[in-house]
């Protein structure tokens, strides 16, 4: 695992195989999603993915919103850093991410739970049913803020990215 953070890197091609995925499951079970919105964060790589969802859908790949708020967490002097890189070369910040990771600030970075403080406006602002594009930590936000999660259910939360979670009444779908 790789702290991309806001490093604004482009998909790799499992990715794009992902994006058709969620794409056609999303054709499968609402067609063509008349009546929803499209929003995404600003990030390359989950625009690119919201383009590819939107064709597979059969709908022109780029008429979709971009919030800037959804953009990923900041993992500060971390990003670019592997999982075993910090273990190996920052025992102390290794430590203080697993012991709580909730509120775990990188250096010059942001924890779950300020990430949440800035995503959560974005949800509670939607009005109609609407397909949204964003990332790891964005997500382990969402989930605690709609679905009622503890911290730590929320913060280690492992999200597959080839499946698309549906949010509604206070309950999570898998389509």
Request: hydrophobic letters at 35%; aromatic letters at 8%.
């Amino acid at each position: 695992m790789r702290f991309q953070g806001r490093r604004d890197i482009p998909l790799n091609d499992t990715g794009r195989d992902q994006a058709k995925r969620n794409g056609k499951a999303l054709a499968d079970y609402l067609g063509k999603a008349e009546g929803y919105d499209f929003i995404c964060s600003p990030m390359q790589r989950t625009r690119e993915t919201m383009e590819i969802i939107r064709g597979e859908m059969g709908l022109e790949p780029t008429q979709y919103a971009i919030e800037d708020r959804l953009i990923e967490a900041a993992y500060g002097e971390l990003e670019g850093m592997t999982i075993h890189e910090l273990k190996a070369n920052h025992r102390d910040i290794h430590r203080d991410r697993k012991t709580n990771r909730w509120h775990f600030c990188p250096p010059s970075g942001e924890s779950l739970s300020m990430t949440l403080e800035r995503v959560a406006p974005v949800f509670d602002e939607i009005i109609k049913p609407s397909i949204v594009v964003a990332h790891g930590a964005v997500g382990r936000g969402v989930r605690k803020h709609l679905l009622g999660l503890s911290e730590e259910d929320a913060a280690w939360f492992v999200f597959p990215q080839d499946k698309v979670f549906r949010f509604e009444n206070q309950t999570e779908t898998l389509v």
